[in-house]
């Protein structure tokens, strides 16, 4: 149980083009969901939390224009990076949680390259 | 200074062996505590959730929380290269708050 899928695995894209990330909880319904990235040999870093059907809450210093964050359903929500850049190439790793519960589920994680 | 200090290794050692890894943390409002393994390229997988001090065991894992010490560790036994990973400490306040976690501890197990 607590099976957490990302989609896609990896991504190259150009610069400039908007990329989106699928997240979704295969088991459970997550009232909570949030997007992490991470660079390499570092830890994970938070950029947003977000409920669903209401708007995500952004990290200090994470642009909320360029990250797009919907949580439109109990077990999808979305990251969009608009007009990406090379130095958005980063492992990009959605969560998800269930009810209070404070354990959170993490999905395999995304792997994008800006070219 | 960080609210979770984590040592980054990293920590090789022989298969076999008995692994201890730890985290600090100053927050004494933190009361769930949770070890997450993440191998290359992959997101973190939950190992072990503790609510409180005390200890929980789960096959060869042991957790020990010491709130007064504010010190969590993790005990692998008889470690086995497939446990070669970073291992990330959480913790969190409760009430679905996000989590704070560690650098990570990167450990090798080798043959």
């Known amino acids: ?115 | 200074q960080k609210e979770v200090e984590q040592d980054p290794g990293p920590l090789s050692v022989p298969e076999g062996a008995i692994v201890s890894l730890n985290c600090t943390y100053s927050n004494s409002a933190f009361q769930y505590f949770m070890w997450y393994r993440q191998y290359s390229r992959k997101g973190p997988e939950l190992l072990m959730y503790t609510y409180s001090s005390g200890n929980k065991e789960d096959g060869r894992f042991t957790a020990q929380v010491d709130k007064s010490s504010k010190y969590i560790s993790l005990f692998i036994r008889d470690s086995q290269p497939s446990d070669s990973a970073t291992y990330l400490c959480a913790m969190s306040s409760g009430g679905g708050n996000k989590l704070t976690f560690g650098t990570g501890t990167q450990l090798k197990v080798e043959l």
């Open chain 1, 1 to 115: 149980g607590a099976v957490v899928s990302q989609h896609p695995s990896w991504v190259i894209c150009k610069s400039g083009t908007s990329v989106k990330i699928e997240c979704r909880s295969l088991d459970f319904q997550a009232t909570t969901m949030f997007w992490y990235r991470q660079f390499p040999k570092q830890s994970l870093m938070l950029m947003a939390t977000s409920n669903e059907g209401s708007k995500a809450t952004y990290e200090q210093g994470v642009e909320k224009d360029k990250f797009l964050i919907n949580h439109a359903s109990l077990t999808l929500s979305t990251l969009t990076v608009t007009s990406a850049h090379p130095e958005d190439s980063s492992f990009y790793i959605c969560s998800a949680t269930s009810g209070t519960a404070d354990t959170q589920y993490f999905g395999p994680g995304t792997r994008l390259t800006v070219l």
